[in-house]
């Protein structure tokens, strides 16, 4: 009876701090940098960001039948110091034409002083 009460339990506190995880990690587009925020469970969040100026090339990948179906994808970023994989973007081809559009007008505008 006490397995029949804990399990349940235990499979919602596991798909809570999974869910936490999905919904508080967002990625950041804006017209001068890229901005990724992973938040896992409750206590850890990482934020990365890199101008567009540092970007080296932005690649998109759908992978399967459910992901070109419901129209998900990975976006990879390569930048001089790393490589970042954005998983599960909904759209990519949208984001992914988007961000290069940022990342021309980015490079093709003279250094402010």
Request: glycine share 4%.
């Given at each position: ?13 596991y ?14 587009v ?17 934020v ?19 992901a ?31 961000m ?14």
């Amino acid at each position: 009876f006490k397995i029949m009460l804990i399990t349940p339990v235990l499979v919602l506190l596991y798909w809570f701090y999974y869910w936490v995880g999905w919904y508080y990690s967002v990625y950041i587009v804006t017209d001068q940098r890229l901005i990724d925020i992973q938040q896992k469970g409750l206590f850890n969040r990482k934020v990365n960001e890199v101008g567009f100026d540092k970007i080296q090339s932005i690649n998109y990948h759908i992978n399967g039948l459910q992901a070109a179906l419901l129209k998900y994808g990975d976006i990879t970023v390569l930048t001089y110091a790393n490589d970042w994989k954005l998983p599960c973007v909904h759209h990519p081809e949208a984001v992914h034409q988007e961000m290069m559009a940022v990342a021309r007008m980015v490079n093709s505008t003279p250094p402010q002083k």
